[in-house]
């Protein structure tokens, strides 16, 4: 292939991921808060209405849950994810209107299936790139630390079921049961298997196929499986 | 101004200042304590006299709870605030006094309306203080972080409400609700204010009055608002 | 005495030391983990068969509690005791036989009193090495926050009490009451005696023993207690 087509075309790629990125976001923000109003619903009203900081705190460690606990857990700033002004503006952005947009229109939408479906299948598609990630930032500064690698990609593809419990009593309920670590959901699974496959790939020489085929694979089959429980049904 | 005059001025303020800080700290360590106490008013006889280090433990959080919590936020040293002998052995004189002095006379003293409303005037001083400081502190690591910024400011200021859940929990008493998150405290909304107003000031230009001016009004603000509620039994 | 001979017989401890080092944390490893199963007892088939996962998140953080605890109260990484493998490896390995081996045989050979004695009396001997170790590297980074240096002696020494709540949550019960502050149990309050005493021994010239001397004598007083309390069959 000739070098500067090559280049033309990751230059391409390059920029239209830097474009479409922030359309990822926009569908992780808004699943992440349609989740947190689905979960308070019988409260919805007097959260939303009565307590809009809790609800706003509620939705932001919801959003940025992999991020604050990751960067807790290695020991660095909780709070990073807020250093951004236009991602928190972004997350604040999307959760003002999925609660507060006049007439629902804005939740209605989201919850009707064809846009329910395509924001579920962007927001896969950005977990495996948390989840890689996660353990390629964490295998810089610890080259060795296989789990923590494991722990932190985990952290960062699934990181909301962890904070559930915490998001839920800043709402102002509390429930200490029912966890992520008694009762591991299906995207907590996944991602430790996405994790350990990242990690034997990066550390072992079993995985012989490029790292872009397995990343694609790890993509699909998130994808896949995210396609198959939304049109089937099947609920994690 | 003939220069040396204003350095002399400015020298003294500096060492009037140098010279009261251990008051502002008294006051608050006082008023810190005593709302620990108050609040454990039941089971006072039970906790001071049975378990004299959860007791301590627990006024110790309160006194530092904005260090504390701010240094966790920002990935520091949680312990930071107890690295200063002496600003901790005069926490725990003050604590000591107010729990354990002969027939209750340093309570019964601070309880006492002049003393207590110069002791709640002078933690207000302080506490205008904490949110600049805040403010300031995070604004010299992250120019940019805003909401990172007003977050610190606030929780610097009033950090023993955001504490308090967990302060009971060290003395045993666990009550899962009515957190400062849910229903935000007088002191929490102002130090939010404020901390809103120092961090439009150091990033605009709408605000034209000199800095000094600004602080003077924030503080005149917490003192008066304090005083008056404090007068007309307005509680928070 | 021949500095030659000096030498080898401080290379011969040194290297016994170094092989044996693995005994005590297999010691201390294989106590926390029957301590976790014994409190978990009415539920232990449930949790183990049913929530492996929640069973081995609570046991490692029971036997890395001083560790991980320490770190977060320094603001270092939390999950620093999960970066060797080795030891990672072997902490699972003393779960996987302490829960799963056939007919129970590690556990039960581990309640045979001649066995548990041993194992106990090692792991008190490292309890004391964990809370030197922890003043030590303490007044290294803050020579003088002397109150800093005995509490991350006392969480090294005695973290697993401080981090009960925290395990049972991960196993999905919720006791938040008679924690470690409000009755703190012998193991801390004989922690807090060392660490004072390693704190005193840096910093005053009233201790004129030489520190090996202090040291053997504060193990021997652990060895000594546990002694006799597993032998007349006094709990703390
Ligand atoms: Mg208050
Ligand atoms: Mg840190
Ligand atoms: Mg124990």
């Not at 209605?108 to 299948?121: A, E, G, M, Q, Y």
């Not at 598609?125 to 494991?150: C, E, I």
């Not at 499986?225 to 049109?231: A, H, I, R």
Request: proline residues 6%; aromatic residues 14%; contains cysteine.
């Amino acid at each position: 292939m000739d070098p500067e087509l090559f280049l033309d075309v990751a230059n391409y790629i390059k920029e239209v991921h830097h474009i479409a990125y922030p359309l990822f976001d926009v569908a992780h923000f808004a699943m992440s808060c349609i989740h947190v109003r689905d979960d308070m619903s019988p409260n919805f009203l007097v959260v939303s209405r009565k307590h809009p900081l809790a609800c706003w705190i509620s939705c932001m460690l919801s959003c940025f849950a992999g991020y604050i606990l990751a960067n807790a857990l290695l020991g660095e700033m909780p709070l990073a994810p807020l250093k951004d002004p236009k991602e928190v503006g972004l997350a604040s952005l999307v959760w003002y209107l999925i609660f507060y947009s006049p007439f629902d229109i804005v939740y209605t939408l989201c919850k009707w299936f064809p846009v329910k479906l395509i924001l579920s299948l962007l927001k896969e598609v950005q977990r495996v790139h948390k989840v890689h990630a996660g353990v390629h930032h964490t295998a810089k500064m610890y080259p060795h630390a296989y789990l923590v690698q494991v722990i932190i990609g985990v952290v960062k593809g699934a990181g909301a079921g962890f904070s559930k419990i915490a998001e839920r009593f800043i709402r102002g309920t509390w429930i200490p049961t029912g966890h992520e670590f008694l009762q591991p959901t299906f995207p907590t699974k996944a991602c430790a298997a996405a994790a350990l496959l990242f990690v034997a790939e990066a550390n072992t020489t079993y995985i012989t196929a490029p790292h872009s085929f397995v990343y694609l694979g790890v993509v699909i089959f998130f994808v896949y499986f995210k396609f198959s429980s939304m049109m089937f049904s099947i609920h994690d």
